[in-house]
């Protein structure tokens, strides 16, 4: 990751990807949502509602791989020292709580008519919920670091110590057996029918996509308010 310690060669590459991440994954989530509202049949048990998995499980896993990459980012910027650790470990901690937030969100509104109830303090939900308020105060503290003109450490501490969540998210349904389904889909095995299985990658890598093209853009925007925070400086001693 060293070869992208120069600012400009990490925008050089990021500039032409950035699009193409965003509009690839805008048409496979647009094939996944036509394909999941229209073609799969409906759930012998739960109905049409069974339909929300096509957003809940892409959301509920860039939550998790989200804090992942913050979690490497803040790995390499104690570490190596990266240049650009921190600057990527901000930009995708507000994408992953809002991918987190509509993990939620959604879970919530499929929990509704599934278990007659819009919130149960289940191990996974419980555990998600957890995840949703390390993002924020990982935003809080990265927002106060750099408002005093530096990378924080402790933000970086932050997000190592955070990433103890993800292992119980993870093991949550197996740890506690309460409202919240088992594992649906394992390396090996999936419950879930072929006929309804189909759109599920490709909701997976459509939003996988747009969440890498959010990140770039993030990091284009922090590197950019950085060379004018830099230029202020310079003129204010001038």
């Known amino acids: ?9 990490f925008l050089a590459l990021a500039r032409p990807l950035t699009p193409w991440l ?3 994954g805008a048409l496979l989530v647009a094939v996944a949502a036509v394909s999941g509202l229209l073609v799969t049949p409906r759930d012998y048990l739960q109905g049409e509602s069974v339909r929300i998995l096509y957003v809940h499980v892409p959301a509920a896993w860039l939550g998790m791989a989200g804090w992942s990459g913050l979690a490497v980012a803040s ?12 600057v990527a470990a901000r930009a995708i901690a507000v994408p992953g709580a809002l991918f987190t937030a509509i993990c939620l969100a959604t879970g919530s509104i499929w929990g509704r008519p599934t278990w ?13 919920l957890v995840l949703f308020f390390l993002y924020i105060a990982y935003v809080a503290l990265a927002g106060a670091s750099s408002e005093r003109g530096g990378s924080s450490r402790v933000a970086a501490i932050f997000g190592l110590v955070g990433a103890v969540n993800l292992p119980i998210i993870h093991y949550s349904v197996l740890w506690w057996r309460t409202l919240h389904q088992g594992q649906s889909i394992t390396l090996t095995k999936s419950t879930i029918d072929g006929s309804m299985l189909w759109p ?6 459509g939003f996988s996509l747009l969440f890498a093209a959010i990140v770039l853009m993030r990091m284009r925007a922090l590197l950019a308010e950085g060379k004018v925070e830099a230029r202020l400086k310079r003129m204010a001693h001038d």
Request: net charge positive.
């Open 1 to 9: 990751m060293h070869i992208f310690a120069n600012p400009n060669r």
């Open 22 to 24: 965003g509009w690839s």
């Open 75 to 86: 790995l390499m910027q104690l570490v190596w020292r990266h240049p650009l650790a921190a």
């Open 116 to 128: 007659g109830t819009w919130w149960e303090w289940d191990g996974r939900l419980t555990s998600m």
């Open 200 to 205: 599920l990658p490709i909701a997976l890598i």
